[in-house]
């Protein structure tokens, strides 16, 4: 048959000009029977068995191990995604930055590889102080737009919520914690966040000086009383703060 092309192309080529009664189907595949052993995963002799077979029955077997292909190519790709995500959520875990009971995440993470399993319904962002469950589908919306207009987006996340800023604070966006139907349950990623320990201050031990009561106690001279020391002027570390007291 005139003008073949090699390959799946040529393949889809010739099943879509089926000819009932010819054998081009048959043929076309045993004279290209190593190339597409290859691409169909398939042993060469089955290939070539299918030499001289009536058109509608090469077809029917051609089109079971085109299926069977495109199948076990999807497997492949949601093991793959599966494996970036999985990664992702280990990264976004250890590279969190803790103030107070906020932790400040990499957007890029975030809002990258963390959404690459579409087989995902809900993402849990879990630690010892916090717990925000969040729709997948409302994190790709913000993957969509945020990252691309705004170049220092920032994310934290903190009893209350998932929150981004962008334009240093003058842009803000916050996305509430969702409650998981049992429906979906099954579909939850939980990235779990470890916080840092909490230090409990042991007293100091009693003086052996006797003590003061608090009317012999020295009243401070506010002549002599240091500066108050300058307040950060950064707004991230000052939204920060005010997230993590309001926590």
Not at 39 to 50: F, K, N, P
Not at 130 to 143: C, G, T
Not at 172 to 192: I, K, M, T, W
Request: charged share 20%; aromatic share 4%; with cysteine.
């Amino acid at each position: 048959m005139a003008g073949r092309r090699s390959g799946l192309a040529g393949l889809d080529r010739v099943l879509r000009a089926l000819e009932p009664g010819s054998h081009n189907i048959g043929d076309y595949v045993a004279e290209h029977d190593e190339e597409l052993a290859v691409l169909l995963d398939v042993g060469a002799s089955e290939l070539r068995a299918l030499a001289g077979q009536p058109d509608e029955e090469a077809a029917t077997r051609v089109r079971v191990l085109l299926q069977h292909r495109a199948e076990a190519r999807t497997l492949r790709h949601q093991a793959a995604c599966r494996d970036a995500v999985l990664a992702a959520a280990q990264r976004l875990a250890m590279t969190a930055v803790w103030r107070e009971t906020t932790a400040l995440l990499e957007s890029n993470v975030l809002l990258g590889d963390l959404l690459a399993d579409v087989t995902i319904q809900h993402i849990s962002l879990v630690s010892r102080v916090f717990a925000v469950h969040l729709p997948r589908k409302k994190l790709v919306e913000v993957a969509e737009v945020l990252p691309r207009q705004f170049a220092d987006l920032v994310s934290w996340v903190d009893r209350t919520g998932l929150h981004f800023r962008w334009r240093q604070g003058r842009g803000g966006l916050s996305l509430y914690s969702q409650v998981v139907p049992a429906s979906e349950s099954a579909h939850v990623l939980n990235v779990s966040i470890p916080a840092p320990a909490i230090r409990k201050h042991r007293p100091s031990p009693a003086s052996a000086t006797p003590r003061h009561s608090s009317q012999d106690a020295p009243r401070p001279n506010p002549a002599n009383a240091a500066p108050a020391a300058p307040r950060n002027a950064g707004w991230l570390a000052e939204a920060l703060t005010e997230a993590a007291f309001s926590a």
